[in-house]
Every structure is written in structure tokens, then in C-alpha cells.
């Protein structure tokens, strides 16, 4: 799993940081930081469920087939 | 793209004695594209009822928040709202990039871990209000309104807190706010009243923190300079009022809902459940389209209001499972209840500490709390924009735990 954020378009709700905090921080402006790019397996559920609550859909998932 | 005629329906206004959501919006949800209503002003809207198509409205470009926009469906003017005026700063009627400079400046005071650093400042606000309420109650038979003594002042006090509202003026700041929301206790004219004494109050407060910087919100957002001093009291004024009956709406709300199934007390999955379930702001996310908008495959035209009613979507059962009961243990979370797309409720993370310490705190303290009249007969709120209760009469009978220390 591979994840990027866009932070431009960030509103800083910080739903990304209640549902996955080991992935997703937010830095000192309020805006979506990314903690690990690449997160562990038993993170995915969790960041899927942060892309999906995103209110400005800055989150994306991509799932690399191997 | 559909060319049928929509059905038109009422104006989705609650109703004494009806459930809340409305069964019609069940109705709503099943038929196909999108219904129209007639506003009290006699202007067309659509409304939106699922969820997958309120989310959708409010994360679309081609639709707008502004309320100056030709078409908005504007309803606080027959529902007992006072007319804002306009005011620089009132960034919710903003369209981005406008105003995205606003959320941007903000943002920082509502991070997850701001919120975190502000529990222990509400802890005690919650539990002085608690102290307050029970000194009170003992005059009336160990009986208060868990509404006027409770819920309504907690989320007064955070924010004066959060503000920097100095300890002696808030007194005069929560009274003002309460007549400002009071739909049932006061006139236009009171509220148009304490609408301006609160912006001359708030415009007082800025012109001392420019003078006199203190730890607080307004000394930080002028240190930064994002925004210029005469945005800061409308924005100061926004966050005043979407932050204040709302939250008490979901305390009072929260509280009822706990009394009648109290095997969720002391579970801190029922905030997330309570924000759904009630729904409080059903009717605050209004929108307008700016561009021809398909919607839900109907053709929505430039300058047509569209209305995304949060409590259809919330109840949508394509996307909760048995939407219709009070479930904290549900996995869903992706609830609308506050908005959604940019101007996503600012507070919200503020909103979900509060509610969860105001039980935690409540039902520690007052473990045999209980409501003083029958559920049937608790005042709803059926004539204004938000839902929740007026009153909620609560009684208890023991001697409350962790007061503080009496002196002997």
C-alpha cells in the first residue's frame, strides 16, 4: 500500500489523525502530515477508513499489486 | 440526465410529536433523483437525502455556500435565527479560495493535539458547572434543568476560555449567547439586541489583545497576521455561535439518550454515535448551485438552492446497518454530522472532547441521575434550525461522589 496526501488541499479536520495516528500527523499549521508512505498491513484498515472520512479527499490510497 | 417532473413535498420543518428523523425522509431516500420543496419564502430547493449524494453536494466546485448568491435557499429568516449581518470574517458564506485564508488561520488552534492540551481547562469547566448545578439543585428538591444549568453554559465557558474571555466578563458573554439562541424565550428584537452587544463586546476584546497579548486564541491569530484585525470579530462571532448551541444540543441530547439506555454510560463510542444518531444541525448545510450540476442523475440548474439534509443522510441505510438504532459498538464512522467537503465543521474535534468528558464527568459524579418527567413529555425543539431539547429536568437523590471538599 502506497499512500500520498495532499497537503494544498488539506482542511486540517484531523479525522485522519483519530483514525490512523501511527500514519497520519498534522504539522504546526494544522495540515496533514505523513508519518510512513509505505504503512504496515495492519494499518491499511485504518488508513482506508482516514482516506474515506477525509472532508477534502486529500488522502490517497493506491494498493500495488506484487 | 432525468426530464421527469420531481415529486415536490413540504418544507422538511420537524413537527410536535413526530420521531426525529421524520419517517418521510425514509420516503425520500427511495425515490429516485432528487425531491424538490417549497421554502417558507416561497422559493423552490432541492433536497438531498443520501449519503453517498450529500457528500457528493459538498465537495462539488460547481455549488456554493454564499448566501448573497441568487437562489440560496435562505430559511433562518422564518425560523427564528437572527439575521446576521453581514460582518468581515463571517467566512462560513465564503467559497474557497476566499475562504480557505480563514480555515488556514484556524486550523492550528484545532488540531487534534490543541484539543488534547485543552482537556484538563474543560475537565474543570465541566466540573465546576457540575458543582454549580448540584449547589443549585439542593434549594429544588436535588432537581436542575440539565439544558439551562449544563449543557448551555459548558460549551459558553470553553469557548470564553478558548478566547481568552477574561474571568469576569462571563458571565455578561454567556447570558448574551443565551438570549442570542433562546428561540422560545426571546424576541427578534432581544436577539438582534445581544447580537450587537456581543460583536461591540468581542470588538472591545480585540482592541485589548492587541494591546495587552495574552495565551489565547486572538493574541495568536494577531501575532500571525493572516487576518487583518477587523476580519477577526465576525470570525470570532462564527465560532461564538456554531460552536455553542450545537454542542449543548449533543450534551442534552447525549444525556436523554443515556438515561434511557444506560448500559452505554461510561462508553466513550457513544460521542460518535450520539453526533450521528441526533443529527443536530439537520438543516445548516445549505448550498446553491453556481454551474448546471447533475445530481443523483437530476439536473440541477445554475442559481437552484439545494438543501443536504445531514439526518436522511445519517439514517441512510446504505450506509449505516439499522441506521434507526442507537448503536455506539457500530463500526460506521463516516457520519455527516459535521458537514462535510471544506467547510467542514471547524470545532469539531473541541466538540467530541466535550461531550465525551460532560458524560464521563456527569454520570461519575451523579450516578443515579435520572430524568424528573417522562421521556414523552421533554420539550423538543421543533422551531429552529437546530434540533434538541429546551429543557431536560433531571433529578437525583444521593449525595453526589468527588464534590469538592467542603471546609469544616
Same mark, same amino acid.
Given at each position: 500500500?502506497?499512500?500520498?496526501?495532499?497537503?494544498?488541499?488539506?482542511?486540517?479536520?484531523?479525522?485522519?489523525?483519530?483514525?490512523?495516528?501511527?500514519?497520519?500527523?498534522?504539522?504546526?499549521?494544522?495540515?496533514?502530515?505523513?508519518?510512513?508512505?509505505?504503512?504496515?498491513?495492519?494499518?491499511?484498515?485504518?488508513?482506508?477508513?482516514?482516506?474515506?472520512?477525509?472532508?477534502?479527499?486529500?488522502?490517497?490510497?493506491?494498493?500495488?499489486?506484487? | 440526465?432525468?426530464?421527469?417532473?420531481?415529486?415536490?413535498?413540504?418544507?422538511?420543518?420537524r413537527r410536535p410529536g413526530e420521531a426525529f428523523?421524520?419517517?418521510?425522509?425514509?420516503?425520500?431516500?427511495?425515490?429516485?433523483?432528487?425531491?424538490?420543496?417549497?421554502?417558507?419564502?416561497?422559493?423552490?430547493?432541492?433536497?438531498?437525502?443520501?449519503?453517498?449524494?450529500?457528500?457528493?453536494?459538498?465537495?462539488?466546485?460547481?455549488?456554493?455556500?454564499?448566501?448573497?448568491?441568487?437562489?440560496?435557499?435562505?430559511?433562518?429568516?422564518?425560523?427564528?435565527?437572527?439575521?446576521?449581518?453581514?460582518?468581515?470574517?463571517?467566512?462560513?458564506?465564503?467559497?474557497?479560495?476566499?475562504?480557505?485564508?480563514?480555515?488556514?488561520?484556524?486550523?492550528?488552534?484545532?488540531?487534534?493535539?490543541?484539543?488534547?492540551?485543552?482537556?484538563?481547562?474543560?475537565?474543570?469547566?465541566?466540573?465546576?458547572?457540575?458543582?454549580?448545578?448540584?449547589?443549585?439543585?439542593?434549594?429544588?428538591?436535588?432537581?436542575?434543568?440539565?439544558?439551562?444549568?449544563?449543557?448551555?453554559?459548558?460549551?459558553?465557558?470553553?469557548?470564553?476560555?478558548?478566547?481568552?474571555?477574561?474571568?469576569?466578563?462571563?458571565?455578561?458573554?454567556?447570558?448574551?449567547?443565551?438570549?442570542?439562541?433562546?428561540?422560545?424565550?426571546? #424576541?427578534?428584537?432581544?436577539?438582534?439586541? %445581544?447580537?450587537?452587544?456581543? &460583536? @461591540?463586546?468581542?470588538?472591545?476584546? =480585540? *482592541? $485589548?489583545?492587541?494591546?495587552?497579548?495574552?495565551?489565547?486564541?486572538?493574541?495568536?491569530?494577531?501575532?500571525?497576521?493572516?487576518?487583518?484585525?477587523?476580519?477577526?470579530?465576525?470570525?470570532?462571532?462564527?465560532?461564538?455561535?456554531?460552536?455553542?448551541?450545537?454542542?449543548?444540543?449533543?450534551?442534552g441530547l447525549?444525556v436523554m439518550t443515556?438515561l434511557q439506555n444506560?448500559?452505554?454510560?461510561?462508553?466513550?463510542?457513544?460521542?460518535?454515535? #450520539?453526533?450521528?444518531?441526533?443529527?443536530? %444541525?439537520?438543516?445548516?448545510? &445549505? @448550498?446553491?448551485?453556481?454551474?448546471? =450540476? *447533475? $445530481?443523483?442523475?437530476?439536473?440541477?440548474?445554475?442559481?437552484?438552492?439545494?438543501?443536504?439534509?445531514?439526518?436522511?443522510?445519517?439514517?441512510?441505510?446504505?450506509?449505516?446497518?439499522?441506521?434507526?438504532?442507537f448503536?455506539?459498538?457500530?463500526?460506521?464512522?463516516?457520519?455527516?454530522?459535521?458537514?462535510?467537503?471544506?467547510?467542514?465543521?471547524?470545532?469539531?474535534?473541541?466538540?467530541?472532547?466535550?461531550?465525551?468528558?460532560?458524560?464521563?464527568?456527569?454520570?461519575?459524579?451523579?450516578?443515579?441521575?435520572e430524568l424528573a418527567v417522562p421521556v414523552e413529555e421533554l420539550p423538543f425543539k421543533y422551531?429552529?434550525?437546530?434540533c434538541g431539547l429546551h429543557e431536560l429536568p433531571v433529578?437525583?437523590?444521593?449525595?453526589?461522589?468527588?464534590?469538592?471538599?467542603?471546609?469544616?
Amino acid at each position: 500500500m502506497q499512500i500520498t496526501v495532499d497537503s494544498d488541499r488539506c482542511v486540517g479536520a484531523g479525522q485522519c489523525v483519530l483514525a490512523a495516528p501511527a500514519v497520519f500527523d498534522q504539522d504546526e499549521d494544522g495540515v496533514v502530515s505523513l508519518l510512513t508512505e509505505h504503512p504496515a498491513a495492519d494499518q491499511h484498515t485504518a488508513v482506508r477508513l482516514a482516506s474515506s472520512l477525509c472532508p477534502s479527499r486529500s488522502i490517497t490510497v493506491t494498493v500495488q499489486q506484487d | 440526465m432525468k426530464s421527469a417532473e420531481p415529486s415536490v413535498v413540504d418544507f422538511p420543518l420537524r413537527r410536535p410529536g413526530e420521531a426525529f428523523p421524520p419517517p418521510r425522509y425514509q420516503d425520500y431516500r427511495t425515490r429516485e433523483g432528487l425531491v424538490v420543496c417549497h421554502l417558507p419564502n416561497g422559493n423552490r430547493a432541492w433536497l438531498v437525502t443520501r449519503h453517498e449524494d450529500v457528500r457528493a453536494v459538498l465537495t462539488n466546485k460547481k455549488i456554493s455556500s454564499n448566501p448573497d448568491y441568487p437562489g440560496f435557499p435562505n430559511i433562518s429568516d422564518t425560523m427564528g435565527v437572527p439575521r446576521q449581518e453581514q460582518i468581515p470574517g463571517w467566512f462560513v458564506g465564503l467559497d474557497s479560495p476566499e475562504h480557505d485564508r480563514f480555515r488556514k488561520a484556524l486550523i492550528p488552534e484545532f488540531t487534534v493535539r490543541r484539543v488534547r492540551e485543552l482537556r484538563p481547562a474543560i475537565e474543570r469547566t465541566v466540573d465546576a458547572q457540575i458543582d454549580a448545578m448540584l449547589a443549585a439543585g439542593k434549594t429544588a428538591g436535588n432537581t436542575a434543568d440539565l439544558v439551562a444549568d449544563f449543557a448551555l453554559p459548558v460549551p459558553s465557558l470553553v469557548i470564553s476560555t478558548l478566547l481568552g474571555v477574561p474571568p469576569v466578563d462571563r458571565d455578561f458573554f454567556e447570558s448574551r449567547t443565551r438570549t442570542l439562541i433562546a428561540i422560545r424565550a426571546s #424576541t427578534d428584537q432581544q436577539r438582534n439586541e %445581544a447580537t450587537k452587544e456581543l &460583536l @461591540r463586546y468581542i470588538n472591545r476584546l =480585540v *482592541e $485589548i489583545k492587541v494591546k495587552w497579548p495574552g495565551d489565547d486564541l486572538i493574541s495568536r491569530l494577531l501575532a500571525t497576521g493572516t487576518l487583518a484585525a477587523q476580519e477577526l470579530p465576525g470570525v470570532l462571532m462564527l465560532l461564538l455561535i456554531a460552536g455553542h448551541e450545537t454542542t449543548a444540543n449533543n450534551i442534552g441530547l447525549g444525556v436523554m439518550t443515556l438515561l434511557q439506555n444506560p448500559q452505554w454510560i461510561g462508553d466513550d463510542r457513544v460521542v460518535e454515535e #450520539t453526533l450521528r444518531f441526533h443529527s443536530v %444541525a439537520d438543516l445548516v448545510s &445549505l @448550498r446553491v448551485a453556481v454551474e448546471d =450540476v *447533475e $445530481i443523483s442523475g437530476q439536473l440541477v440548474k445554475a442559481g437552484e438552492g439545494i438543501i443536504p439534509l445531514v439526518a436522511a443522510a445519517n439514517h441512510d441505510a446504505d450506509a449505516f446497518a439499522c441506521p434507526y438504532q442507537f448503536d455506539p459498538a457500530r463500526t460506521e464512522r463516516q457520519h455527516v454530522a459535521f458537514g462535510y467537503g471544506v467547510h467542514q465543521c471547524l470545532g469539531q474535534n473541541l466538540v467530541r472532547v466535550e461531550m465525551e468528558i460532560a458524560y464521563r464527568r456527569l454520570f461519575e459524579r451523579i450516578p443515579d441521575l435520572e430524568l424528573a418527567v417522562p421521556v414523552e413529555e421533554l420539550p423538543f425543539k421543533y422551531d429552529g434550525v437546530l434540533c434538541g431539547l429546551h429543557e431536560l429536568p433531571v433529578r437525583w437523590s444521593q449525595r453526589p461522589s468527588g464534590a469538592q471538599q467542603e471546609e469544616h
